[in-house]
């Protein structure tokens, strides 16, 4: 058998195995090898597919880690798992990407025309949207690749087209003309998720408008002119009233007049409307229907027009007479210019206030009237609603539930089409008098057309394309099949699990299940889990655009994928806070187990009985192999309860203090004089339990760490006894189940003799006693029965501790002993002509002094209010850091001089 090489090499070893994976089909489900007869045992996970214009960042190796393990669990559970790969178009962010493409060759799309450039956003997918996916395998996804989708393949796009349209003839689709979120950036229209509000320090405008037939003269509210307050000077090109709260006594005289509309000269009417509110700026608003939603509601209420003043890149129109051509923000300023030239501007208050940025170039979005198609949520909302009170929808953690709730509670309705031509084109046509038919294809709709006029007419299809949203939440189910009564359908619909961020429950996970519920009558997973945000150090979320991301795939390069996913799992209790330091945690174990299977082989070159069955007689192990074997039992157990509940970071740290600790710092040092030793027998056993161990164990840590636990798992086979048995690769092996090998009277001996040696190591550390001088040790006990079970272990003890070590129940501590008190037991050393007590007495007490000022100056410090209140936040967390390390050090000082009293 080839041993271990002396390093670990994981580029090679994952390189390897990834592609005898892949190539092996070990990726897709059993039904597709054995006929679906599993349904009862499926466990399937529909990939949240990255847009096709990406590249692998830390939120996606977390994402697509946490799947790959709860996947590769479900596959060793003996489940039928299927995990459907996939890419999304991303209609706004691969058009803009395709759009700076050809600009550098200074064309337009609109000079290409859509026929032409749709060409070429396709040519570049086909060139470069396959990144994302190869990235994935990099990381170790273990994904069903025949599988893979796109939401634009022709199977997908045909499950859009049959969605629109069934929710068109069910009358959830509508189109009409409202106040929707604009991007002049992008020119096209956004949903309310996609216009997510940010915080800006703006102004507000105080704006004379003078009274019809009244001069400019007084200075009295009311007298000749009122004054409005508005953060949007250059949409007052655009009101068509000013309006008051009917019960705000400051107004009622104007009620019913008219003032003249600055700049433009032309005069709007004075209305009354509960909406407005008497508290803010002078209490009177002015209405503008066109650029504002609550304009647009209060502008219905009282039939005013509506004056739109905007191209759709955010450029003055000819509403805005000499505005025209100017861009939104220099219009602006302008504007102020030109009110304080004619006397009607008053001042500029600063005012932060939040407003809507685009979530895709991140430019100020302008509400902006507009003939959109919306779908009606508000039904879907309350089945999707009704779904989870009946707990058919669960979210962990359950913080989540909540967010989910009032989020459909308040819903409204979607603005679905899109202004520009990189999507699914939507599937209307008009005739030349502007009625709708909704058809699959021109075909269909000209067959309408006849059926209504009897002839032939000229259609014309509508330009707009829908959300990129619109495809994903079909994700679940058109993936599968529909709308079309596949196999896959039938068999993997509902999925079981949906991992996802935070920032998507309601762009699509809400989404998605309103469209499981509409379009097959059941939702389509039960479970969600909602992991952390990937955060830098400092707390801010890791992007690239902050200059704080850490590219996954130079970790990779480095340190390997096993490593990665290792050091974020085990960080992704909540958030995830990163540095490349935190990475060593994962190369540091895999290294650790690299080295111990190292160890374990080099000790088994005779051994010839290697088994992955547990078949040991009890009574023939010693105290190290009956104690591993129950904590393995342990461990086993822990992990499954951990990765049933989404605990992946739990069930990782167990594993860590399992391997690291229970295997590599306690069994494998207590093993060595055995395996070196002359007794046959108990060399043999031990071989056994280190060979049982380690498989088990390469088991347990696969879904986490897979290349690694594969390649030394292989070694093991080779060395197996029954290795006929054994199946081909590590990720069918069956996941280790709970065998009832627990020991509990062994766990509370082997703990006994933990205490022993991790109690003289302790007090050798606080002497500085080096490891090297061996010592004279005491073990006082209180009990007969204590010190029967110390002398079974009394030569580990000796060996681990590097003592001649006495048991001795009638023990009386002196002057030439200083000791450890445990729960059963206490520990001694002799440190008679090797520590003079009173110097180190005397040592400590000074150090203790200078523990105690130094907490004292700090407490000073923190109890000050004003460097509490006006130091930055960082510096007072510095500080209290400070403190918490200074009080450590004084208790573990005092510690130190107890042992001497």
């Keep these: 058998m080839s041993e271990l090489s002396a390093r670990y090499h994981p580029k090679e070893t994952e390189k390897k195995w990834y592609k005898v994976w892949e190539s092996k089909g070990y990726f897709r489900p059993r039904s597709d090898h054995e006929g679906k007869k599993f349904r009862k045992n499926r466990y399937v996970i529909a990939i949240p597919p990255p847009n096709v214009t990406g590249i692998l960042h830390m939120g996606h190796a977390l994402n697509n880690s946490i799947q790959d393990i709860l996947i590769r669990w479900r596959r060793m559970k003996g489940d039928d798992v299927l995990w459907v790969p996939g890419t999304d178009h991303a209609g706004i962010a691969t058009q803009n990407v395709v759009e700076k493409k050809i600009a550098k060759e200074k064309k337009t799309r609109h000079e290409l025309g859509r026929e032409k450039f749709l060409k070429q956003v396709w040519k570049w997918k086909e060139e470069h949207g396959n990144t994302i996916t190869s990235q994935l395998r990099c990381l170790g996804c273990s994904c069903d690749w025949s599988r893979e989708r796109f939401t634009m393949d022709e199977g997908l ?30 020119e096209t229209a956004l949903s309310d998720e996609e216009a997510a509000h940010k915080e800006v320090q703006g102004a507000l405008y105080h704006i004379k408008y003078p009274i019809q037939g009244m001069g400019r003269q007084a200075e009295k509210i009311g007298d000749d002119h009122i004054v409005v307050a508005t953060t949007r000077p250059e949409t007052m090109l655009g009101d068509t009233a000013v309006a008051v709260h009917p019960q705000d006594a400051r107004y009622q005289h104007l009620i019913g007049k008219k003032v003249i509309l600055p700049l433009m000269e032309r005069e709007i009417p004075v209305i009354q409307d509960e909406h407005v509110d008497p508290e803010f700026g002078t209490g009177v608003v002015k209405i503008t229907p066109a650029h504002d939603p609550n304009d647009f509601e209060i502008g219905n209420r009282h039939q005013l027009e509506r004056i739109n003043v905007m191209h759709p890149n955010g450029v003055i129109n000819e509403n805005g007479k000499q505005y025209a051509g100017m861009d939104r923000f220099k219009a602006r300023k302008k504007i102020v210019e030109d009110l304080e030239s004619q006397g009607l501007f008053i001042r500029r208050d600063s005012h932060l206030h939040a407003v809507g940025h685009c979530y895709r170039c991140d430019s100020m979005v302008e509400p902006y009237l507009s003939k959109q198609w919306f779908v009606r949520m508000k039904p879907m909302a309350e089945k999707a609603l009704k779904a989870h009170k009946e707990g058919k929808t669960v979210f962990y953690p359950e ?37 709708i038919f909704v058809a699959r294809s021109e075909e269909e709709a000209q067959a309408k057309a006849r ?91 890791m992007s690239k655009s902050l200059g704080n991301a850490i590219d996954p795939l130079e970790v990779i390069e480095e340190i390997g994928a096993d490593a990665l996913r290792f050091s974020m799992i085990m960080l992704s209790a909540q958030d995830v806070y990163l540095s490349r330091e935190k990475f060593e945690v994962g190369r540091n174990f895999t290294n650790k187990l690299w080295n111990a299977t190292r160890f374990v082989l080099m000790n088994l070159d005779d051994f010839k009985e290697g088994s992955c069955q547990l078949n040991f007689e009890k009574d023939r192990l010693s105290l190290p192999n009956r104690w591993i074997l129950s904590r393995l039992n342990d461990v086993t157990k822990e992990s499954e309860k951990w990765l049933d509940q989404f605990g992946l970071s739990q069930a990782t740290t167990e594993l860590y203090h399992f391997v690291w600790n229970d295997f590599c710092d306690w069994f494998i040092e207590l093993a060595k004089p055995t395996l070196m030793g002359s007794d046959q027998e108990a060399k043999r056993q031990t071989q056994k339990v280190l060979f049982f161990t380690l498989e088990r164990m390469l088991r347990l840590l696969h879904p986490v760490i897979p290349f690694i636990t594969e390649e030394i798992w292989q070694k093991l086979r080779q060395k197996a006894s029954d290795a006929k048995d054994w199946p081909e690769t590590i990720m069918l092996a069956a996941w280790p189940k709970d065998e009832r090998y627990q020991d509990a009277e062994s766990e509370k001996a082997f703990c006994m003799l933990q205490n022993a040696v991790t109690g003289i190591r302790d007090l050798r550390a606080r002497l500085n006693i080096p490891p090297s001088q061996k010592l004279d040790a005491v073990i006082h006990v209180k009990e007969k029965k204590q010190e029967e079970v110390f002398a079974t272990f009394k030569n580990s003890v000796e060996k681990l501790s590097r003592v001649d070590l006495t048991i001795d129940a009638e023990f009386r501590k002196n002057k030439a002993f200083i000791g450890n008190a445990f729960a059963d037991f206490e520990v001694f050393i002799r440190i008679e002509g090797i520590v003079d007590p009173s110097k180190e007495t005397l040592r400590i007490s000074k150090k203790i002094e200078e523990s105690k000022k130094w907490v004292a100056a700090l407490k000073k410090k923190l109890d000050n209010e004003n460097f509490v209140k006006n130091a930055p936040e960082d510096v007072v967390e510095r500080e209290q850091k400070k403190l918490s390390d200074a009080e450590k050090l004084l208790k573990s000082h005092q510690e130190h001089l107890a042992l001497f009293q």
Excluded at 171 to 181: D, E, F
């Design 157 to 186: 796009s045909r499950a859009v087209l049959e969605s629109f349209i069934q929710l068109y003839e069910r009358n959830l689709i509508y189109q009409g003309h409202y106040i929707i979120h604009w991007c002049p950036r992008c």
């Design 399 to 435: 913080r989540w539930t909540k967010v989910y709730t009032h989020w459909l509670e308040g819903i409204r309705d979607w603005c679905i089409s899109r202004q520009i031509w990189w999507g699914h084109q939507i599937p209307v046509w008009y005739d030349e008098e502007g009625h």
């Design 451 to 541: 059926d209504k006029y009897g002839r032939e007419v000229s259609l014309k299809r509508d330009p707009d394309v829908l959300d990129t949203w619109f495809s994903s939440w079909l994700w679940p189910f058109s993936i599968l099949g529909w709308p079309e009564k596949a196999e896959d359908l039938k068999y993997f619909y509902p999925t079981s699990d949906l991992v996802t961020a935070p920032e998507i429950i309601f762009f699509w996970v809400a989404r998605m299940i309103m469209a499981g519920l509409e379009f097959l009558g059941e939702e389509p997973f039960n479970r969600i889990y909602i992991h952390g945000t990937v955060r830098a150090q400092s707390g801010l979320k």
